[in-house]
């Protein structure tokens, strides 16, 4: 079956699942048959395929093959001992020594900078519908890492009480198909390195910029990778692995400076613009 996006989630996720139910509430469709899919439907307004799965999202590895789509969107839980109630945008990818949570080691599918942005202004958008509601990327984590399509996340969290409200899933649901249906906004495709696990200062550049980012490398990613030669290594492919051309590098500045002369070999090897915050 050929689509323009394949949206996939997990039936097993109270999250995943309920914004998929109500894309169905709102848009219409039509049942359809896809590979291990449990249940399927085509949704025409926007060219896609909603597809659940039995298998859990970090081991979606198998996306490729469901249909012949140009990209693929996950709708999610996300999970936070925190407990913060957000709506975030991420790309999953292992940028690090270790595959804690599906994937494998030190392996990046490709991004997709500009369906993110448009994702994280229209979840921006309804933030106000959500009191107490963070609307924020997350950095690179999680599998699957093999796909060879672009693939992006949306996830409510972080908790059974957020995964469950009707108010959340509609929001995500309403920024999916706003998301899906808008030409991309103006963007400056970017890789972020360094910052937290919630990517403040890229999603706040992201949200008053053109700036766009694609796959994000946590200072804790960084730390795993240690080696200035592995550093360069995975930002080298964190650059290549995008829908669209990457055009800048966007680091802090507080990096490590042997980290810092990593990125700057990528930036010349590659012609690209870094700029320090």
Request: contains cysteine; glycine residues 6%; aromatic residues 6%.
């Amino acid at each position: 079956m050929r689509v323009r996006v394949c949206v996939a989630y997990s039936v097993k996720d109270p999250a995943g699942l309920g914004i998929a139910s109500e894309l169905l509430k709102s848009l219409e469709h039509k049942p359809v048959d896809a590979v291990r899919a449990v249940s399927a439907y085509y949704l025409p307004e926007l060219d896609a395929l909603l597809a659940g799965f039995e298998e859990d999202v970090l081991y979606f590895e198998f996306l490729d093959e469901v249909c012949d789509s140009s990209f693929h969107l996950v709708l999610s839980r996300h999970s936070s001992e925190a407990g913060i109630a957000s709506l975030t945008v991420h790309h999953p990818g292992n940028p690090m020594r270790e595959a804690a949570a599906g994937g494998r080691p030190l392996e990046l599918p490709p991004s997709n900078p500009p369906l993110a942005k448009q994702l994280l202004l229209s979840l921006a958008k309804r933030a106000g519908e959500l009191p107490g509601f963070r609307v924020t990327y997350e950095v690179t984590h999680h599998g699957p890492t093999s796909l060879k399509k672009h693939v992006t996340f949306v996830e409510i969290g972080s908790s059974a009480r957020e995964w469950s409200m009707p108010e959340a899933r509609r929001a995500v649901a309403e920024a999916v198909a706003e998301a899906l249906t808008l030409p991309p906004p103006p963007y400056e495709a970017c890789v972020g390195v360094g910052g937290n696990h919630y990517a403040s200062a890229f999603t706040a550049r992201a949200l008053s910029s053109s700036e766009a980012y694609g796959h994000m490398i946590a200072n804790y990613a960084l730390k795993s990778l240690e080696e200035p030669e592995l550093v360069e290594k995975v930002v080298r492919e964190a650059t290549v692995k995008s829908s669209v051309p990457t055009q800048k590098l966007v680091a802090e500045r507080k990096l490590r400076k042997a980290w810092r002369e990593a990125l700057e070999r990528v930036a010349k090897e590659l012609s690209l613009k870094i700029e320090y915050v």
